[in-house]
């Protein structure tokens, strides 16, 4: 995988956005299932190797547009980005996708990594 500093890993439905859960799932299968540790509502990290992996659940519209200052009202998601830090080795990248693939498989959702072109 080819990334750049602002990459990131999109998990969505096959529907494109259409397919939502409710936050109380995500928060409780990011917490108790992959062990990521909350910093606010639909916000976790895990650190790797020294680096911290951000897992952000987003209510993105049917473009996959999103804009919000407070994640704190949200009911409902329809995207989950794991930002992809620049330091990034074969072991995280491993553990990144692993992340991302379950995720992916617990909502049948697929995985969109968003690869550069370098």
Request: proline letters at 2%.
């Amino acid at each position: 995988m080819v990334i750049n500093m602002y990459d990131y890993i999109m998990i969505y439905s096959d529907e494109q956005y259409e397919k939502t859960i409710q936050t109380f799932e995500m928060e409780q299968f990011c917490i108790a299932e992959l062990g990521l540790k909350p910093i606010s509502k639909l916000r976790f990290h895990k650190n790797i190797n020294g680096e911290e992996i951000m897992v952000t659940g987003i209510f993105a519209n049917t473009n996959g547009g999103y804009a919000f200052d407070t994640l704190d009202n949200v009911e409902e998601i329809n995207l989950v980005e794991i930002d992809i830090p620049d330091k990034l080795t074969d072991e995280m990248e491993k553990e990144i996708l692993a992340v991302a693939n379950a995720i992916a498989g617990r909502f049948s959702w697929k995985v969109d990594v968003r690869e550069s072109d370098s």
